[in-house]
């Protein structure tokens, strides 16, 4: 894949071997074995591999730069990169099993090639009209944080510069989009401290008692879902000031949170103007097949991806693919 430098199932092993104190490169046909990383993941030369020039622990690997972790990666993909970096606050992007490379791999595709309201629509069912995308905050036309999201970190009591950091926004003219992606990590978060959740409850002007069931401190401390009740605030409170439908998306991998709408219904308030969403990446995959004319190599190329994708080793020490795609 991409030259060789990107590692999908066909180029990995499918069990990693792990003896004491070593690992083995997870390249099949690689006989190198360097130290073995316990607890954090960490970017040294004992824990690469000389030959291919990734760092290994026993569950995953990390590239020695992004650009070999993406897709898309012309001059005009990694200025913006850059751009985004400057604005968003972690970036794990050079790992094998990162979320944000997944998320950049497959929506840097659906923007560049004019597919974003034809696959995204039918998926919403709703039909997004000129639907633009901020990637982690960043707005593309302002080269800075997005003035919504700073409109509604402000409401809420966030730090303008440190608040609430979707994966992606697609504002369009017709529908506000907060999305928020998984790979190997699920739903439930919690706030490291309890009264960091108080300020949500009275922000907004007290815009939590109209869209939530329940208390703050129940959605984020008893029910662990802390990130999407700081989503869902703002989001609907962001909608409301533009007059425009809120969707919020929680796009995970088949199979993982299957309940995680039937969860969310019984803590916050929807309706047809406020929608909560779960979708999977492989109804992304399925949308990609239908709609490859635009760019068929690149389509071919991101549908590859799709079957090749690993999340690295499990405590079998087997590969696991990301995606239950064919």
């Given at each position: 894949m991409n030259g060789g430098r990107m590692y999908g199932l066909s180029d990995l092993k499918s069990e990693i071997r792990v003896e004491g104190e070593e690992v083995s490169c997870p390249i099949a046909g690689c006989a190198e074995m360097v130290v073995r990383q316990r607890g954090t993941f960490r970017r040294c030369e004992v824990f690469k591999c000389p030959v291919h020039g990734i760092y290994i622990s026993p569950t995953t690997f990390?590239?020695?730069?992004?650009?070999?972790?993406?897709?898309w990666a012309d001059e005009d993909d990694l200025n913006l990169?850059?751009?985004?970096?400057?604005?968003?606050r972690e970036s794990r992007i050079s790992r094998d099993n990162s979320e944000d490379a997944v998320t950049w791999n497959v929506f840097r595709f659906l923007e560049k090639n004019g597919l974003v309201s034809k696959v995204l629509s039918p998926l919403l069912g709703?039909?997004?009209?000129?639907?633009?995308?901020?990637?982690?905050?960043?707005c593309q036309e302002g080269a800075k944080l997005w003035s919504g999201l700073a409109e509604a970190r402000k409401a809420f009591g966030e730090p303008v510069r440190t608040g609430s950091e979707p994966d992606l926004i697609i504002h369009s003219k017709n529908a506000l989009v907060f999305l928020e992606a998984k790979l190997t990590s699920g739903n439930k978060t919690r706030p490291n401290r309890a009264d960091k959740v108080d300020k949500y409850e009275s922000g907004g002007d007290n815009w939590s008692k109209r869209v939530c069931r329940s208390t703050c401190r129940e959605i984020a401390i008893d029910n662990k879902k802390y990130e999407l009740m700081r989503f869902w605030l703002l989001g609907t409170w962001l909608?409301?000031?533009?007059?425009?439908p809120f969707y919020m998306v929680s796009l995970v991998r088949a199979g993982k949170e299957e309940d995680i709408e039937d969860i969310?219904?019984?803590?916050?308030?929807?309706?047809?103007e406020r929608l909560f969403i779960r979708l999977t990446w492989e109804d992304f995959n399925m949308q990609i097949e239908a709609n490859q004319e635009a760019n068929p190599e690149a389509a071919q190329k991101l549908l590859k991806y799709f079957r090749e994708k690993t999340i690295g080793y499990g405590s079998d020490r087997k590969i696991r693919p990301a995606f239950a795609v064919l």
């Open positions: 990390d590239y020695e730069t992004e650009k070999e972790n993406l897709l990169l850059r751009q985004i970096k400057g604005s968003k709703t039909n997004l009209v000129d639907p633009k995308l901020v990637y982690w905050s960043h909608a409301n000031e533009q007059r425009i969310f219904h019984r803590l916050f308030k929807t309706n047809d």
